[in-house]
């Protein structure tokens, strides 16, 4: 059946804005060594665009780094990517990956080496967890491919300032690698979190879209020496607020799939440091502010203490960027 309207133009649907783009994404969190960073390639075929990022904060200085070029000629299976100024080499599959950033400022070479296995997120849609998957939120209930794995790491490394100032970098991080279908402008707020202890790493991400803003994906992991394995159950709570309305601290309560419970305390009001972070070209009307937090951690249940990435992010129809 026909109605009166549909030969008139009609509203843009929220699916519109997807894009298949494959993402590497890597993370340093050296507080002994006062280096944080984050490290963002991204690739988008069917837009002719790749856009490479570095945003970091070492020793008191900042560093900025953005390009965007066309599409790689060359990418499928190789080696090594970039732009000739920030490159990644796959060294050995899930064991070492080597980063590099040579600009007019700065020369940093970092080594990132497995510190615990691979994580693929496609685990969680078996494992109990009552929520919906970040496939069927991200996607826009149209399951299309969304292919997601993360792994902890371990970063040694040194930076060069063009000054001759010099130092080594020692710490941890970790990796996402996605290739997926998605829109980051079309998120509500969201917290992907990679969270590292002496003995244990958790990955933990939850987000909400302008599209179907009461229903929260959420999804994630907890490894250490018996082995990788979803989490079943995650409950994020906040406590406090800061001037820009960031939470001063984000609290996970999470139960894995053999129903062990952890209680995981991230203090945003005291991190390390913070930068921004942009994570695909705007589109449509509405932008998603990201701020990448490294924040020293508690793990409720014994006392350990460790360090991690806790990225926030909320769409500008919320608010404006984090300070």
Same mark, same amino acid.
């Given at each position: 059946m026909t109605s009166i309207h549909d030969d008139l133009p009609h509203p843009v649907p929220a699916f519109a804005q997807l894009r298949y783009k494959e993402n590497y994404f890597f993370i340093l969190i050296a507080p002994e060594s006062d280096a944080f960073g984050v490290f963002h390639l991204n690739h988008e075929p069917g837009h002719d665009r790749a856009r490479y990022t570095a945003n970091l904060e070492v020793a008191g200085r900042s560093i900025r780094y953005a390009n965007v070029t066309p599409f790689p000629a060359d990418f499928e299976h190789q080696r090594s990517i970039g732009d000739g100024a920030l490159s990644l080499h796959?060294?050995?599959?899930? #064991? =070492?990956? +080597?980063?590099?950033?040579?600009? /007019?400022?700065? @020369?940093?070479?970092l080594a990132f080496t497995a510190r615990q296995a691979t994580f693929d997120y496609a685990a969680c849609?078996?494992?109990?967890?009552?929520?919906?998957?970040?496939?069927?939120?991200?996607?826009?209930?149209?399951?299309?491919?969304?292919?997601?794995?993360?792994?902890?790491l371990n970063a040694q490394g040194h930076i060069r300032f063009a000054d001759g100032e010099e130092q080594a970098i020692g710490g941890s991080g970790y990796r996402d690698h996605s290739w997926v279908m998605r829109s980051d402008s079309g998120g509500l707020t969201h917290n992907w979190c990679g969270l590292n202890f002496p003995g244990r790493s958790f990955g933990i991400k939850t987000i909400s879209t302008t599209h179907r803003p009461g229903f929260v994906a959420k999804e994630g992991y907890v490894v250490d020496s018996d082995g990788p394995r979803?989490? #079943? =159950?995650? +409950?994020?709570?906040?406590?406090? /607020?800061?001037? @820009?309305?960031l939470c001063a601290k984000l609290i996970h309560e999470v139960e894995?799939?053999?129903g062990t419970r952890y209680t995981i305390e991230s203090d945003i009001a005291g991190r390390f440091a913070h930068v921004p972070l942009v994570s695909e070209a705007p589109a449509g009307k509405a932008s998603f502010h990201i701020v990448e937090n490294f924040c020293p951690l508690r793990l409720i249940e014994t006392g350990e203490q460790g360090e991690g990435l806790v990225e926030i992010g909320r769409s500008s129809t919320l608010g404006g960027p984090y300070s």
């Open positions: 796959f060294a050995e599959p899930h #064991r =070492r990956f +080597e980063l590099a950033l040579k600009t /007019e400022e700065v @020369d940093l070479t849609r078996t494992a109990g967890n009552p929520a919906p998957s970040f496939q069927e939120v991200m996607t826009l209930g149209l399951n299309l491919p969304y292919n997601h794995q993360q792994q902890a979803a989490l #079943r =159950r995650i +409950e994020v709570r906040t406590e406090g /607020e800061m001037a @820009d309305g894995d799939v053999f």
